[in-house]
């Protein structure tokens, strides 16, 4: 039985070093599978293209039209505005204090509304998260969910007649003795309609998120709480929570995106020349002034200002998120 042996080089040789293999061409670019994968799932895409095709022409195209903030447009004339006249417009809103004191409200109620209608739906969420009786469960959400339904035309009008000088609100104040109160026609109480009826119509509808968040927490978690000596408040706190934060977080970077854009249809029903001091908010301010007064490039530059101060607080928003709670919408 013989063994093969390798023979090692003569003396005052030396070993030629390995030699390397031919560099592999890089992989095919990233499009083939893209490709492969619509042709696979065209279909699941094909539901894409009218959203895609909605935002295209009600927010991307439209956008070309703020140039008109910085040029003059007459109604009949050109699209994009007679001629330019820079940041004259801009300069008319910055000096004018009737847009400060919309400015004002707009901050105002876009502040109350941010401080007192998101934590509602946490709460809700949490409450109907703890009744163990689904029937009654059911029955909760069904109730507070309905107002979503109901547009925005019919709670206003629902408001308008709870809060009338002879409507039920009144008649209840009357039996304790107290006069009737014009809740529609003072400016001080339209902060507190505004948002206790955006509370009664979106706080249920909120709840929705929240209850399917709550769904993804691990039951081991709470099993572990328990055996650690938690009690409800305390599993609540630790792990309930930091379980539903990211959908926290998400909602509340897109309530501060629209913390200006306050909402216009609520506020065009609600309020009345009366009330204009608490009342008139930049959006209404810009359909008096575009559409009634026919200042079209005055108002394309108040919107556009608007829009920035938009895009600024959910950047920094999103920012501070990711920075301090690592999580973040971008």
């Known amino acids: 039985m013989s063994t093969s042996t390798t023979s090692a080089p003569p003396p005052g040789t030396q070993e030629p070093p390995p030699t390397k293999a031919p560099p592999r061409r890089g992989r095919r670019p990233a499009r083939t599978g893209r490709r492969r994968a619509l042709r696979r799932d065209w279909q699941l895409y094909s539901l894409a293209v009218l959203p895609l095709l909605f935002f295209l022409v009600f927010r991307y195209l439209p956008m070309i039209g703020n140039v008109i903030a910085f040029r003059r447009f007459e109604p009949g004339g050109s699209i994009f505005g007679e001629e330019w006249v820079g940041l004259r417009y801009v300069e008319m809103f910055l000096s004018d204090p009737t847009f400060w004191q919309v400015f004002r409200n707009t901050l105002w109620l876009g502040g109350l509304t941010l401080v007192f209608c998101f934590p509602i739906p946490i709460v809700l969420a949490l ?73 009664w119509q979106t706080a249920g509808w909120g709840t929705i998120l929240y209850l399917a968040a709550l769904t993804t927490i691990d039951e081991d978690l709470y099993e572990a709480a328990r055996i650690d000596g938690a009690n409800r408040w305390q599993q609540i706190w630790h792990v309930t929570l930091p379980g539903i934060r990211p959908t926290m977080i998400t909602l509340l970077i897109l309530n501060i995106g629209t913390f200006m854009a306050v909402g216009f249809e609520k506020v065009l029903l609600l309020y009345n020349p009366l009330t204009y001091p608490t009342a008139d908010v930049i959006s209404t301010y810009l359909y008096r002034a575009g559409v009634e007064s026919n200042s079209f490039s005055y ?32």
Request: glycine content about 8%; aromatic content about 10%; proline content about 4%.
């Open 127 to 199: 409450l109907l998260n703890e009744v163990r009786r689904r029937a009654l469960k059911r029955f909760v959400q069904s109730v507070s969910y309905l107002p979503h339904f109901l547009s925005i035309v019919i709670v206003a009008g629902i408001t308008m007649q709870m809060l009338a000088t002879v409507g039920p609100v009144n008649h209840v104040l009357g039996w304790f003795g107290h006069d009737p109160i014009r809740f529609v026609q003072e400016p001080e109480w339209f902060r507190t309609i505004y948002v206790g009826s955006e509370i």
């Open 299 to 330: 108002a394309a530059a108040i919107g556009l200002f608007e829009a920035i101060i938009g895009l600024v607080l959910i950047t920094s928003a999103n920012q501070l998120s990711r920075r301090t709670v690592g999580t973040s919408l971008w």
